[in-house]
C-alpha cells in the first residue's frame, strides 16, 4: 500500500493533472494490498476527506469494479466508509445525485 502523507491540512480539491501548490507534488495512489487506486479527485475537509478513485489494473476489483468512493477521518486518517461501484451503480448514484442538484437549483428543501 501507498501511503499518503502529504495532504494540505486546508479545504481543496485536487483533480488528476492539477499541481497545486501546496505539497501534493506527485500522482496519488489510495488503497490496500491488491487495492491501488488511482485518486482523480480528493477533497478535504477540517473533519473528513472525500476521496474519488479508480482501481488500478493492479486492482483485484479491476474488472468488476468502475470506481472507489471513501470517507476518511481526516483527524486520525482511518477510513470511515470505502465503497467500490460497478458501472451500472455509479450510473444509479450519479443519477440520484443529479435528481437531488435538480431539485436544490428549483427552491431548495421544501
Not at 502523507?5 to 501548490?21: A, D, N
Not at 488503497?31 to 477533497?43: F, Q
Not at 479508480?54 to 482511518?78: D, G
Request: include cysteine; glycine fraction near 6%.
Amino acid at each position: 500500500m501507498k501511503v499518503i502523507t502529504r495532504i494540505p491540512h486546508k479545504v481543496l480539491t485536487f483533480k488528476e493533472g492539477t499541481k497545486p501548490k501546496e505539497r501534493v507534488t506527485k500522482n496519488l495512489f489510495y488503497g490496500w494490498e491488491k487495492e491501488e487506486n488511482k485518486v482523480v479527485c480528493w477533497v478535504r475537509y477540517p473533519s473528513y476527506d472525500f476521496i474519488f478513485a479508480i482501481p488500478t489494473k493492479n486492482n483485484k476489483y479491476y474488472k468488476q469494479e468502475h470506481c472507489l468512493f471513501a470517507i476518511r477521518h481526516s483527524k486520525n486518517n482511518k477510513i470511515m466508509q470505502a465503497l467500490y461501484f460497478d458501472k451500472g451503480e455509479f450510473n444509479e448514484i450519479f443519477n440520484g445525485f443529479k435528481l437531488i442538484k435538480k431539485h436544490y437549483l428549483k427552491g431548495g428543501k421544501k
